[in-house]
């Protein structure tokens, strides 16, 4: 697997936080858990601001971490993020300049700073992603990454909004469900859940995200401390606001 250039990840003060590295830990083995054939995760959720882009990051760190060949492809075409990638939105090669065929495989995935993560950015925002993530060449790269990967973390638009994660999930064998709490109702989490579920893709579960513990000491003390569902952010739990 080559690169063009090395990416630098940021770093930012969540990734120190016991309660989520911990969460993330818990995460990370039930991916490996879930059996040899998971490869390609996409992580989406009912709506934006429910975390699910740091959440899939930090998901793609933990897993390269512990020495597997990741990466982590940044797929919301509409509403590119970059928040934790060096360079602004569009200067870097990424998956829109290659989907429209400026550029070919080997000049959009890019080495980072943190050891064994690749990362293949959104690119220039797109005004037609759906027609593009329909294209066989998307089909084509998923596969390719599989082959020269262990693992690839797709991060995607929510279900909820946009058709563009219905799409993805087609070339992907599995997907995590983010749900922010006290943000998403019940009714629209069920709904969109049944969008993700509609497209074939096996969903490994769901992350319950900015979780608010101050109520419960129960939970804070035991689940936090000992499972990692339950983080502190200045009373919050959550992995972020943003993605």
Request: with cysteine; aromatic share 8%.
């Amino acid at each position: 697997m080559t690169a063009l250039e090395v990416i630098e990840i940021k770093e930012d003060a969540l990734s120190s936080d016991y309660y989520i590295d911990e969460a993330l830990n818990t995460l990370r083995t039930n991916i490996q858990l879930s059996g040899r054939h998971v490869k390609s995760i996409m992580v989406t959720s009912t709506f934006s601001d429910e975390g699910k882009s740091h959440i899939s990051l930090y998901l793609a760190r933990k897993l390269a971490q512990i020495g597997k060949k990741v990466v982590y492809v940044e797929c919301d075409l509409r509403k590119p993020t970059q928040f934790m990638i060096k360079g602004a939105v569009g200067e870097i090669p990424g998956m829109t300049h290659f989907l429209s065929g400026q550029i070919d495989m080997s000049q959009v995935i890019h080495q980072t700073t943190d050891e064994n993560l690749f990362v293949i950015t959104s690119g220039t925002i797109a005004i037609n992603p759906s027609e593009l993530l329909e294209d066989e060449l998307f089909g084509d790269m998923m596969n390719w990454l599989e082959q020269n990967s262990d693992y690839v973390i797709v991060d995607t638009p929510p279900i909820g909004v946009v058709i563009d994660a219905a799409i993805i999930a087609k070339a992907v064998d599995s997907a995590i469900f983010v749900i922010g709490s006290g943000e998403t109702s019940y009714h629209a989490a069920r709904k969109a859940l049944g969008q993700l579920t509609k497209t074939g893709v096996r969903v490994l579960g769901a992350v319950l995200n900015k979780v608010d513990v101050r109520g419960s000491k129960y939970y804070g003390k035991y689940y936090g401390k000992y499972y990692g569902d339950y983080y502190k952010n200045s009373g919050k739990a959550k992995l972020s606001d943003k993605g």
